[in-house]
């Protein structure tokens, strides 16, 4: 599950990954 998240921040760009995992 995480691993996915780190995926789609990646694709979205390193620069919040916080946001994508508050968003989940």
Known sequence: FLEEVQQIAKEKG???PTKVT???
């Open 14 to 16: 390193e620069k919040c």
């Open 22 to 24: 508050n968003e989940v």
